[in-house]
Structures are given as C-alpha cells and as structure tokens.
C-alpha cells in the first residue's frame, strides 16, 4: 500500500522536557494506527507534530499527495494551516463543534472554509450526515444531541473535505463503552472504509484494539508495535 | 484563613490570564470615573440658576438615566468576567470537595478585590478628570469648582460598585457551586417573548397618556412632578425598547443568516441569534443615546437656524450640543469598553473550541472577523436604525437643517462615527487574547 504519511526521525521538546524522540511512522492509504501509552508520553504531541499543529525540533513529516510529498514542517504556518483545512481531517474527544450552529452548518463549516457555497456545502453536510444514520439531525441544534450523536457530527466534519489522513484525539474518552462502539464504527467507515489513513489517540484498548495496528509509547519514543490478528509484538518500531 | 490562603495562590498570575484580571479592573475604573463625573454633573448643573435653571437641571437627569443603562451593563460584564477567570479552577477546587461556601468566599473576595483596586483607580483618575469637565461651559460660564461633588460621593460610588460586583460574582458563579462538572449544553436559544408585546403596547399607552396629561401633573404637584413624569415616560421608554430591541435584532439576524456565504458572516448570525438579548444587551443602550443625539440635533440646529433673537435660548441651544456630544462620548466609551471585557470573556469561555478550530485550519482572521461582526452588525443596526428613525420623526425639519445648518448635524454624525470607531477599538483590543489563547492551545507537551 502506498503511504500517505511519514515521520522521519522526529524530535520534539518543550523547554527542558523532550516529547519525542526520533519517532519513524509510516501510515499508509485505507490503513488505521491507534497510538497508546501513559499520560505524558508523547502521543498527542506525535498526533500534533504530523498534523502541522506543532513543529518538531528536528526530522521531517512527509505528506504525500499527487503532485509528490510535502515536507509539512517546512511550511509556514499559513500553508500548515491550509493544509489542516485541505488534507486533514481532525475529531477531538469533546467533539469541540461551534454551539451556536446547527449539525449541518458544523460540518459544512469546512467546506465553506474552502470556499465551496453554502448550498452546496449544506448539501454535502447533509449526506455526509446520512451516511453516518443522522441524517435528520442536520437542523438539530448540537445540545438537542446524545453525546454518541454529537461525535458523529464530529466525524462528519472530519470528512467534509475529503482528507487523506484522519486525527482522532480519544474520541471515544467521553462516551460510554457502547456508544464508543458504535461511534468507532462509523469512524473506520467512513475513513479507513473510504481509503482514508487513520490515526487514533486513545486509552481505550478495546478502540486500540479495532484499529490495523497499535503503537505504545512510553518516554517520546514508540516502544512496540502490535498488529491486528498478530499475537506477537513487533518489538520497537523502525 | 483557607479561603485568604486559596485566594494569595490564585492570586498568582499565570500568562494568559493578565487580561481577564487588568480588563475588568480597567472597566471599574471606568465606571467609577464616569459615575463620578456624571453625578458631578448633575451636582454642577442643580447650581445653575439663570432663566434656564429648571431646563438644565431636567437635562442633567435626562442624560443620567441615558447613562444608567451602558454604566449598568459596563458593571456587570466586568463583574462576569472577573468571576470566569476563576470558573475553572474554582470547578477544580469544587471537585475536590471544598464546600459550596469555600468557593463562593473565594469567587466574592478576589471578584471584590479586582474591582477595588478597579474603583479606587476610577476615583483617582476622577479626581484628574473632574477640573478638565469643569472647564466645559454651561449657561454662559465654565462649571469650574461646581463640578466637585461632595466627598461622600467618591466613597458613596466606590462602595456602590465594589457592592454590585460582589453580588454579580456571587450569582455569575451559582452554577460551578451547583454542578462543578457543568458543560455548555445550550439546547435552545432564549427567546424574546412576542406576549411581552403585550407589556410594550400598555407600557407605552400609559407613557403617552402620562405625557398628554402634563397640564394636570403641574396643577397637582408643580414643576417637580412634571419633571418626574417626563423621566418616567423616558425610562418607560427606555424599557420599552430593551423589549423590542431584541425582536428587532432578531429579525435581522434572520436575514443575516440567510443571506450568509462565508464562514464568519454564519457564525456570527447565528451568534446572534443564539442569544438575542445577550447581543442587545451588549449595545442597546445606544439607541435611546443615539436617537435623542440626532433628535436634538436637529432640534438644536433648527433653532439656531430660526435665528432666535433670545440669548438665553441661543445659550441654551449650545449648551443642549455640549450636553448631547458628551453624553454620547460618555456612551460610547462605556459600551466600547463593555464590548471589550464581554469579548474577553467570550473569548476565554471558548478557548477549547478555538484551539479546535485553529486546528481544524481555519485562521485567526476568520474567527476574529465572526465576532467582530457579531458585535459589530447589531450596533451598526441600533446607532444608525435610531439616528435614521430620529430624522424621520423631524422629517421636514431634518431637511431643512442639513441644507441650512449642516455643521450642526455634522458634529453628531462625526461623534456617532468616532463612537463606532470607539467600539470597533474595543474589540481591537482583545484581539491579542484570542491570538494568544488560540496559540497557547496547541502547547501540549504530552
């Protein structure tokens, strides 16, 4: 399978403290990652630094795309920025959508971001919503929502744009084992199942363990790999 | 002594948090200073005694209830978002089992300090400021000394709004007293009651029916009821008009809505809409200001354009531009400033969806521009929709003015522009908390 994205040796510090160090991933099309590891070990930072949202101190993350691969941490903060709004796709564990718009205006807020007309992005909220078994929550205002049905909105925006790689920060931490179940289905389905690459941050072992392969960090670096359907651990990653 | 303890570690300043501590003291500062000038005024106008004594000192009540409402609403947004700054460590504390009364003592003591130092600020910069209005003119000869209220009224003001700040921290903090875990669940937006039409029509029936009786009031009790019916007819309306400015605001954030292509221009009707009266709240205070701006205005200009022969009328007609170009400064100041700790707090109350938006990629400009527009569009609605509806109101006289007398008219618009300005100044301001916040966001080192 082609990779979409790549971390090559990627160092990150805040202040005296180092949050990774010399992380290599490789994420390929249709495939999903789950990253595992105590408080404070460096994933979100890892989920950060691939996203463009941090820059590492040194190494390189390489997105590629059609026209070749870009080096994420070498563009400035606006093209990173754009880049978050064109290529990826992101679901926060509290959901984080604006209150004061409805389900749809939520996720057609990135297509309107690109640029695309409010019909059109309303349109494509709405099926996109279907797709996920809420289609008639689109004029639903987000506290008439279950928390299971709010992340779903989540995912929704998530795909708008149709990003290659999709970030999950625990998005199943607030929701009960149940509707983690269900709200994790829908988010391999509509990344994984779409040729999308996953990337999930979580303390859920039983959302680890849905996922093609799990990383467990511990210290900034990524210290075994485990893949689905394989019982034994690949040992530290290359 | 664990509440003092509690109190000196939250103290503490810790990065982002300067602005939610120098606004809201900023903000007492101006409400002291102003109360101070403002009740100065009405002391200094009660001295003058010439043929026109009566007219000012009914002038110099009107403008004090025109102020009562933005010093009110500027009060209380300092207040509020004083108490926010704590909301999520005191949350924490709540979480840990400190009692109910722990927190609130906690809450009311720093939200109190915070508009001490504010007030204390207020009455000392009142004391530079009070000899500068003082050499403003009124009734032919500068106010001078007559500004300076008695001693009283310094502590009187300070006490005042260290009181109502304690009291609006108390009740703004109820909720993280009751549910610590609290989480914005808004389902739907507060609605403005069409049955308060109702309230409206009888509200203003009697203020029409008090006003046609004037004859009668000063048969019963003279000049001094006369006077008291008229502010309470103007009150009435005033009252009036927080009714109705929400539905009017209401209705043209529908048509915002509907009409909104980009990101910011949706997000900013639906912030509008979200919470009509919060929006009203924030700048209504303008239309009565500005509609009795433009309507004595004119009112003023047409009488110097009749060319009155009288001097102590001509005298008057100034001194009623002075007193309308102040109040309307005065105005403007308190909602630009209200505007900037409001936002503030907003700002700080979304700072987890704003960290996700950045992420999400959408810039900083584009969240900046919905909540400036948000403030901005009901305001340009309230200032002009009043000034236009008081040209209306003079309709042939307005012509009239601005062909003859221009520079008269002028002078409104000017300040009225200024105080726009003045407002989108405030929201300027707080520009650098949303900058900073959406930056601090993505700091995780974990």
Same mark, same amino acid.
């Given at each position: 399978m082609q990779n979409l994205i790549e971390a090559r040796s990627l160092f990150k510090d805040f202040g005296t403290t +180092? &949050?990774?160090?010399g992380v290599d991933l490789a994420v390929a099309a249709g495939e999903s990652v789950a990253v595992m590891g105590p408080? /404070?070990?460096?994933k979100t930072t890892l989920l950060h630094t691939l996203a463009g949202i941090e820059l590492p101190g040194a190494g390189q993350v390489l997105l590629h795309r059609d026209g070749g691969a870009v080096d994420v941490a070498a563009l400035n903060d606006r093209q990173r920025s754009e880049l978050r709004r064109t290529a990826f796709g992101f679901v926060f564990q509290q959901g984080l959508?604006? @209150?004061?718009?409805t389900a749809g205006e939520n996720v057609a807020l990135p297509l309107l971001l690109i640029g695309r007309a409010r019909a059109d992005a309303e349109a494509e909220a709405s099926r996109l919503l279907a797709a996920l /078994?809420? /289609?008639?929550? &689109?004029? &639903? +205002?987000? /506290?008439?929502?279950s928390g299971g049905q709010q992340q779903r909105v989540a995912i929704a925006r998530a795909q708008a744009v149709q990003p290659s790689v999709v970030f999950a920060d625990e @998005?199943?931490? &607030?929701?009960?084992s149940a509707t983690s179940a269900e709200v994790m289905t829908a988010l391999l389905a509509s990344t994984v199942g779409a040729g999308r690459a996953l990337i999930v941050v979580t303390h859920d072992a039983g959302v680890a363990a849905r996922c093609d392969r799990t990383l467990h960090m511990r210290d900034g670096v990524i210290v075994e790999t485990a893949v689905r359907g394989s019982a034994a651990a690949a040992g530290a990653a290359s | 002594m664990t509440v003092l303890t509690l109190a000196r570690l939250f103290a503490r300043r810790s990065g982002g948090d300067a602005a939610t501590v120098l606004l809201p003291a900023v903000a007492f500062a101006v409400v002291t200073m102003c109360t101070t000038v403002v009740v100065g005024g009405v002391f200094a106008f009660f001295t =003058?005694?010439? *043929?026109?004594g009566t007219t000012y000192r009914f002038l110099a009540l009107l403008a004090l209830v025109l102020l009562v409402v933005p010093l009110v609403s500027l009060s209380g947004a300092a207040a509020r978002l004083s108490a926010r700054r704590r909301d999520t460590r005191l949350s924490s504390l709540r979480l840990l089992g400190a009692s109910s009364a722990l927190v609130s003592a906690l809450t009311v003591l720093e939200s109190t300090a915070v508009a001490f130092v504010g007030a204390a600020a207020g009455a000392a910069a009142s004391l530079a400021a009070l000899p500068l209005f003082g050499l403003l003119h009124f009734d032919g000869r500068p106010l001078g000394g007559a500004i300076w209220p008695p001693v009283w009224v310094f502590f009187a003001v300070v006490v005042t709004i260290v009181a109502l700040s304690a009291i609006s921290a108390a009740v703004g903090l109820r909720a993280v007293v009751l #549910? *610590? =875990?609290?989480? %914005? #669940? %808004?389902?739907v937006s507060p609605r403005a009651r069409w049955i308060r039409a109702l309230v409206v029509v009888l509200v203003l029936a009697a203020a029409v029916a008090a006003t046609s009786s004037l004859d009668s009031f000063a048969q019963i009790g003279g000049l001094i009821a006369v006077i008291a019916v008229l502010l309470a007819a103007f009150a009435a309306v005033l009252g009036v008009l927080g009714v109705v400015g929400p539905l009017v605001l209401k209705g043209f954030g529908r048509r915002w809505l509907k009409r909104a292509e980009r990101p910011a221009q949706l997000i900013a009707a639906r912030g509008v809409l979200d919470d009509v009266k919060a929006a009203w709240r924030q700048v209504g205070s303008l239309a009565m200001v500005s509609f009795v701006a433009v309507f004595t205005g004119i009112g003023v200009a047409f009488t110097q354009t009749t060319g009155s022969n009288d001097p102590a009328t001509r005298l008057l007609a100034t001194d009623i531009r002075t007193g309308v170009v102040l109040t309307l400064v005065m105005s403007f100041a308190m909602v630009a400033c209200a505007v900037g700790v409001n936002q503030a707090a907003a700002i700080l109350d979304r700072r987890a969806l704003y960290a996700s938006l950045d992420r999400i990629g959408m810039p900083v400009d584009v969240m900046d521009a919905a909540r400036r527009r948000a403030v901005m569009a009901p305001l340009l609605v309230v200032t002009i929709g009043s000034a236009l509806a008081a040209a209306l109101v003079l309709f042939p006289l307005t012509g009239y003015t601005l062909l003859l007398r221009p520079a008269g008219l002028a002078i409104i618009a000017a300040c009225l522009a200024c105080g726009i300005g003045l407002v989108r100044l405030g929201l300027a301001v707080t520009r650098p908390v949303l900058v900073r916040l959406v930056t601090a966001g993505v700091v995780d080192p974990t």
């Open positions: +180092r &949050a990774l160090r408080s /404070g070990c460096g959508l604006l @209150p004061e718009l /078994g809420i /289609g008639d929550k &689109a004029a &639903a +205002r987000l /506290g008439e929502l @998005p199943t931490g &607030a929701l009960d | =003058l005694d010439g *043929p026109n #549910t *610590p =875990l609290g989480v %914005r #669940t %808004r389902v």
